[in-house]
């Protein structure tokens, strides 16, 4: 059964400081920002199961990259931060993609193949997810709160290509502006907001449902 809708509220203040942190239950994967259980000091709030150290997420590659993007913001190098957010979220949606193959019992060999099979950004999220969670991704955004964050990023991910490629229909965009480059911050700070959500829906259950 699906879960109910939940109402949307669309972030656009100030971006972050910097990126939040939470850890993952080597158990079931389910991720959770508390500290305690980041120490050990709680078990699993899902599976309640302790002992093993929960792992860190975001993981070191993906937090010096948030790393650069915010340096980049407060230096106000637009097409940077908008190029390298875009690259970003990218990452992001292969990395959860990546969990749940793991938690649907794919190897890492399978999940490469699967992976390296589909890398255009739009094949994964209109092919890809759907054929791995049952849903769409539009619909799983909107029904976590996160209605408008796909085609914002679509609309972001549009920005970006027409900065790097001259397109012979429209000729190329000259420049991103701070509004393009602020869309972006805000875009990043969601991201992990929502696929951490998707991560304790379809990876956790998933673990539940397939073993480790």
């Known amino acids: 059964m699906k879960q109910k809708s939940i109402p949307h509220t669309t972030h656009n203040g100030p971006p972050a400081a910097e990126a939040p942190s939470y850890f993952q239950c080597p158990e079931c994967g389910f991720l959770s920002a508390d500290a305690r259980f980041g120490a050990g000091e709680v078990p699993c709030p899902d599976c309640h199961s302790s002992g093993a150290r929960p792992r860190a997420f975001p993981s070191d590659r993906l937090r010096r990259l948030d790393e650069r993007i915010r340096h980049y913001n407060a230096e106000g190098d637009w097409e940077v931060v908008v190029i390298l957010a875009e690259t970003f979220l990218e990452s992001i949606l292969e990395d959860i993609i990546d969990r749940i193959l793991a938690a649907h019992g794919a190897d890492v060999t399978v999940r490469s193949v699967v992976l390296d099979g589909q890398r255009a950004i739009g094949a994964r999220i209109g092919r890809l997810f759907p054929a791995l969670t049952g849903e769409e991704f ?23 290509n027409a900065f790097i490629h001259d397109s012979p229909f429209h000729g190329p965009q000259e420049k991103l502006d701070p509004a393009t480059a602020h869309e972006a911050m805000i875009l990043l700070d969601q991201a992990y907001k929502l696929f951490v959500l998707i991560n304790n829906r379809f990876v956790a259950d998933g673990f539940g449902k397939h073993g480790r």
């Open 138 to 160: 539009e619909e799983v955004a909107a029904e976590l709160g996160f209605r408008d964050f796909p085609h914002r990023w679509r609309v972001l991910r549009g920005a970006r």
